[in-house]
């Protein structure tokens, strides 16, 4: 006669130590990955912040300067899928506090001219700090909301990654 005890039952072998090992692993990693995305979205939100509060200092705190384009050029950065990013650029020289200075910055706008004079807006007593970007309360306020969005994005995700892990 045969034994017909176990016939109908599916057993599920037992996990070894390998298996615990690697879930260990797969779990730090996880951790890892999260609190890295969070920790980044945090940085650059800190990082878009000050830049913004320091330019809106410049234009309503700041020393006012005339200024003169010196150069305009702009720079091609790889896109995707064989695209191209232009991006222009320009050198502005002004005279503060009795020396010239010369500033480098992108100007975002591919109309500008050499020998155009400009406005300079810089901090009293660091003239190295300067824009020559003329003074908009809204497209700072948008370029704010816009920047605090992508590392909200961030932040979202790494919870997102680790709480999609432990559920």
């Given at each position: 006669?045969?034994?017909?005890?176990g016939?109908?039952?599916?057993?599920?072998?037992?996990?070894?130590?390998?298996?615990?090992?690697?879930?260990?692993?797969?779990?730090?990693l996880i951790?890892?990955?999260?609190?890295?995305?969070?920790?980044?979205?945090?940085?650059?939100s800190?990082?878009?912040?000050?830049d913004?509060?320091?330019?809106?200092?410049?234009?309503?705190?700041?020393?006012?300067?005339?200024?003169?384009?010196?150069?305009?050029?702009?720079?091609?950065?790889?896109?995707?899928?064989?695209?191209?990013?232009?991006?222009?650029?320009?050198?502005?020289?002004f005279?503060?506090?009795?020396?010239?200075?010369?500033?480098?910055?992108?100007?975002?706008?591919?109309?500008?001219?050499?020998?155009?004079?400009?406005?300079?807006?810089?901090?009293?007593?660091?003239?190295?700090?300067?824009?020559?970007?003329?003074?908009?309360?809204?497209?700072?306020?948008?370029?704010?909301?816009?920047?605090?969005?992508?590392?909200?994005?961030?932040?979202?995700?790494g919870?997102?990654?680790?709480?999609?892990?432990?559920?």
């Open positions: 006669m045969s034994d017909r005890r016939e109908g039952r599916v057993t599920q072998p037992r996990p070894g130590k390998l298996q615990h090992v690697k879930d260990i692993v797969i779990a730090t951790v890892l990955a999260s609190t890295a995305f969070v920790l980044a979205g945090l940085c650059l800190v990082m878009m912040f000050r913004t509060r320091q330019t809106l200092r410049l234009w309503h705190a700041g020393k006012v300067a005339k200024g003169r384009r010196t150069c305009v050029w702009t720079e091609t950065m790889p896109g995707v899928q064989g695209t191209t990013i232009e991006t222009p650029f320009h050198t502005v020289e005279t503060a506090e009795g020396r010239t200075v010369q500033l480098k910055e992108g100007c975002g706008r591919f109309d500008l001219k050499e020998g155009e004079a400009v406005t300079v807006y810089y901090a009293p007593g660091q003239p190295e700090k300067a824009t020559a970007r003329p003074p908009s309360r809204v497209r700072a306020c948008a370029r704010c909301a816009l920047y605090s969005v992508m590392p909200l994005v961030l932040i979202v995700l919870i997102e990654i680790s709480y999609f892990y432990w559920v």
